[in-house]
């Protein structure tokens, strides 16, 4: 079972930015994809970003431009670099792998974005 932790969520004002992190407990460099996706309060679950393992990279419409999805093997972490944040982009921000044999989800972190 892999274990993803993250963190880099917290307060910041419209127009800011934050860094989410989430480390996995083992490599991530057999995993097929790893993503971001986030939920706001009485929403579905939506994706934010994915990055395949060859690097390519699919974002929301909502996020193009302002978001930025990365990985770095050495630290089996993929990042979420967050620019220009907007109040609809409050939410719990859930790091996920596609491993092809099973999918993993971390436990979440809470992104909110208010003056």
């Given at each position: 079972?892999?274990?993803?932790?993250?963190?880099?969520?917290?307060?910041?004002?419209?127009?800011?930015?934050?860094?989410?992190?989430?480390?996995?407990?083992?490599?991530?460099?057999?995993?097929?994809?790893?993503?971001?996706?986030?939920?706001?309060?009485?929403?579905?679950?939506?994706?934010?970003?994915?990055?395949?393992?060859?690097?390519?990279?699919?974002?929301?419409?909502?996020?193009?431009g302002r978001f930025t999805?990365?990985?770095d093997n050495a630290k089996?972490?993929?990042?979420?670099?967050?620019?220009?944040?907007?109040?609809?982009?409050?939410?719990?921000?859930?790091?996920?792998?596609?491993?092809?044999?099973?999918?993993?989800?971390?436990?979440?972190?809470?992104?909110?974005v208010s003056s």
């Amino acid at each position: 079972q892999v274990q993803l932790m993250e963190s880099g969520g917290g307060l910041v004002q419209p127009g800011g930015s934050l860094r989410l992190s989430c480390v996995a407990s083992e490599s991530i460099f057999t995993f097929y994809e790893m993503g971001w996706y986030r939920q706001a309060p009485g929403k579905q679950r939506e994706l934010v970003a994915t990055i395949l393992g060859s690097g390519n990279t699919k974002y929301a419409d909502s996020v193009k431009g302002r978001f930025t999805i990365s990985t770095d093997n050495a630290k089996r972490t993929v990042y979420l670099q967050m620019n220009s944040l907007k109040p609809e982009d409050t939410a719990v921000y859930y790091c996920h792998v596609n491993a092809l044999t099973a999918t993993h989800w971390g436990q979440g972190t809470q992104v909110t974005v208010s003056s």
